[in-house]
């Protein structure tokens, strides 16, 4: 008789039964509602997986989990990205750090990824029923109850790694675990305004974008899409601000400095061009590093005609320009998906879960792993990262059990 059941073939569910050794192997079953394993691994970075990133320190690599902080400084302190690249690197799958820390397969194809999961999966014995969703789970004795349609079962131990969707979690619920209710993370930012009409494409290397009604900030690369603005710099917003953005209906102001330079520096450099290149028309010199289409459109935006040199340049005219730069305000209605990457935060309340073990504090022998739990970074490899690190440090726990 099987004794460990693990719900949800997906990232955080092949690491745990990967790692979970032969001799347990063998007496353990991943339950699968799709016909196929890995569904998110295959499209994950635009089909190359981005598998982790190179952040090696625990405490610098919290910083990127708006939820989650403080509980997996200890998780990955047990197994961390340098774990994760040693771990695939021992099973043959060659990585690579591009420029931004990412890490990615060397063949940049996921199917690397996928394939050396299954394989290992496969090499401890583990069934896979695919295709066996599971409806329901009761505690049973020092054990669990699990409902497929195909039959009821009894297991010792049972780890829970059904991803984020909520479908699962009345389950959850019914067993006392208290849930976090979903809202969306990582997502960009639709602002139809003037400023930005038609500069799709544009972006900005460094920008400072802040929230001012929730006292949020960050820094980073900016850029002008189709329906707003994304990059880096909006995406970090969005996940820290995820809970109270989604209470303000995606309704909401961000002030955006373009150039990294306070109010006053750049009105001193627009006073020094007047002085200094008072013949110089305005729209063809652009002492800014940016792309000159924009620039041409905050022009035009404070009304400094195509015709203008340099001296022409008013007091207001000088004072609104370096507003625009440093400071433009810009509504914000509503957010798109990005990437089709879309990460939620909610699921299981953090207090349930005790992360020493990843097991239920009021529910010994019931784990948790990958998106169920109320955790979710910023893009950049830390979603895979948060399943790999839990997922070892239950299969460690279990055998630590049963060996
Ligand atoms: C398009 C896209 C690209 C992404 N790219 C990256 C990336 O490059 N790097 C990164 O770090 N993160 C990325 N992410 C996020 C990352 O994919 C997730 O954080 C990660 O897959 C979560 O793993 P998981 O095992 O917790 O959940 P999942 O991968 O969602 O797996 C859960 C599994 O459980 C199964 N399941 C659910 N309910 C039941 C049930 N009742 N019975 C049986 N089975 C059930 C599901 O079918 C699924 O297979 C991406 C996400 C998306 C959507």
């Given amino acids: 008789m099987k004794k460990i059941a693990i719900i949800g073939g997906g990232a955080a569910g092949y690491f745990v039964a990967a790692n979970i050794g032969k001799e347990l192997g063998s007496s353990t079953v991943i339950f699968e509602q799709a016909n196929l394993p890995l569904q998110k691994v ?3 970075g635009g089909g190359r997986c981005n ?5 090696f320190d625990p405490n610098e690599l919290v910083e990127f989990y708006p939820r989650g902080k403080k509980e997996l400084r200890s998780v990955f302190n047990a197994f961390q990205p340098g774990d994760t690249m040693g771990w695939f690197e021992d099973r043959g799958v060659a990585l690579k750090i591009e420029e931004d820390n990412r890490i990615f397969p060397q063949s940049n ?3 690397t990824i996928v394939e050396c999961l299954m394989k290992e999966v496969e090499k401890n014995g583990v069934e896979v029923n695919f295709s066996e969703g599971v409806l329901s789970i009761k505690k049973s004795g020092e054990g669990f109850e699990i409902e497929t349609k195909k039959q009821t079962y009894f297991f010792e131990k049972v780890i829970v790694t059904t991803g984020s969707t909520p479908k699962f979690w009345k389950n959850l ?3 006392g675990l208290d849930i976090v209710e979903p809202v969306p993370s990582l997502f960009t930012f639709n602002c139809k305004d003037p400023r930005i009409e038609g500069l799709m494409g544009i972006s900005f290397d460094q920008a400072e974008v802040a929230i001012p009604k929730a006292k949020l900030e960050a820094e980073g690369a900016l850029l002008i899409t189709h329906w707003g603005f ?3 710099a909006v995406l970090r917003l969005s996940a820290w601000g ?3 953005l989604h209470k303000e209906g995606y309704g909401f102001s961000i002030k955006i400095n373009f150039v990294q330079q306070s109010k006053e520096e750049v009105l001193d450099l627009l006073f020094s061009k007047k002085m200094n290149d008072a013949k110089k028309h305005i729209h063809k010199y652009n002492p800014f590093d940016f792309p000159k289409r924009f620039w041409i459109s905050l022009l035009n935006y404070v009304g400094i005609k195509e015709s203008m040199v340099y001296a022409d340049l008013s007091k207001k005219h000088l004072e609104q320009l370096a507003g625009e730069l440093t400071e433009g305000v810009y509504a914000i209605k509503g957010k798109s998906t990005f990437k089709d990457e879309f990460v939620t935060a909610g699921g299981v309340d953090l207090k349930s879960i005790n992360f020493q073990t990843m097991q239920a504090k009021a529910l010994p022998n019931l784990y948790f792993a990958g998106e169920v739990l109320n955790i979710d970074a910023i893009t950049g490899g830390f979603n895979f990262q948060a399943c790999w690190s839990e997922g070892y440090l239950i299969a ?3 055998r630590q059990k049963f060996e």
């Fill in 42 to 44: 295959r499209v994950s």
């Fill in 51 to 55: 598998v982790s990133n190179a952040c």
């Fill in 396 to 398: 460690q726990n279990l």
């Fill in 230 to 232: 994304s990059g880096p």
């Fill in 242 to 244: 995820a809970l109270v």
């Fill in 109 to 111: 194809s996921s199917m």
């Fill in 173 to 175: 619920k019914a067993l």
